[in-house]
C-alpha cells in the first residue's frame, strides 16, 4: 500500500471524482414531466470524429473556468470512442487541464445516443440534439436538461449562427440564460 502525500493525492481526486460523477449523473430529475430530447435521426460517427470546440456550455463544476475547451474524439477498433477533452483553467494561458472518458454508443441505429464514462460504473446520458449537415455544428444535450454543449469545428462562428445555436437549444427546453460563453483562442 502507497503512503505518504502522493497517495492521499491519488485517493482524494478519486473521492472527487466520484464525488463529482453522482453529483453530476445521478442528481434529483426536476424535468421528470418535460418530453424526452429528440436525438437526431442519425450520425456518420467517422465524420463525427475529430476535434469539436466547446463555444457554450451549461457547464459542470470542472468547466465553469474553461478556457479554450476541445472536445476530441476517436473511433476506438472495438467501437467505443475515445474521448479527450482539454482546456486551460482561469484564462487564456492558465493551466491545462485533461480528461478522458471513454463513450459508448447506446443506440446503433442512429448512433446519436450515447453513454459518456468518466468513472466506472457510471455513464451519463449524451444526446446528440442537433448536428448540422455538414458536420461543423452541433449540440451535445440531457433529458435533465441540466448541462448541454455547443460545439463546433472552429473556435468561433458568426453571431447569428451562435445565435441560432443558442435558440435551438432554448427550443430543446433549456434555460439559455444559463450557458456560459467559452472563450477561445482564435488565430
Given at each position: 500500500m502507497c503512503v505518504g502525500p502522493l497517495a492521499n493525492n491519488k485517493t482524494m481526486n478519486r473521492?472527487?471524482?466520484?464525488?463529482?460523477?453522482?453529483?453530476?449523473?445521478?442528481?434529483?430529475?426536476?424535468?421528470?414531466?418535460?418530453?424526452?430530447?429528440?436525438?437526431?435521426?442519425h450520425v456518420d460517427l467517422q465524420r463525427f470524429m475529430g476535434d469539436w470546440y466547446v463555444l457554450a456550455s451549461i457547464p459542470t463544476f470542472i468547466e465553469k473556468e474553461a478556457f479554450n475547451a476541445i472536445e476530441s474524439y476517436r473511433l476506438a477498433p472495438d467501437g467505443t470512442i475515445e474521448t479527450t477533452f482539454t482546456f486551460n483553467k482561469g484564462a487564456m494561458d492558465g493551466p491545462a487541464k485533461k480528461y478522458t472518458p471513454k463513450g459508448f454508443v447506446r443506440d446503433t441505429s442512429s448512433n446519436a445516443i450515447w453513454g459518456?464514462?468518466?468513472?466506472w460504473p457510471v455513464k451519463a446520458e449524451y444526446l446528440i440534439a442537433y448536428l448540422n449537415g455538414d458536420y461543423t455544428q452541433t449540440i451535445i444535450a440531457r433529458n435533465?436538461?441540466?448541462?448541454v454543449w455547443i460545439l463546433t469545428r472552429t473556435p468561433s462562428v458568426p453571431k447569428s449562427e451562435y445565435d441560432a445555436l443558442v435558440e435551438r437549444t432554448r427550443q430543446m427546453g433549456y434555460d439559455v440564460t444559463l450557458l456560459r460563453r467559452v472563450p477561445q483562442k482564435t488565430q
Open positions: 473521492i472527487l471524482l466520484l464525488a463529482f460523477s453522482f453529483l453530476v449523473f445521478n442528481g434529483c430529475q426536476s424535468n421528470a414531466q418535460r418530453e424526452p430530447i429528440a436525438s437526431v435521426a459518456m464514462q468518466f468513472v435533465k436538461r441540466d448541462y
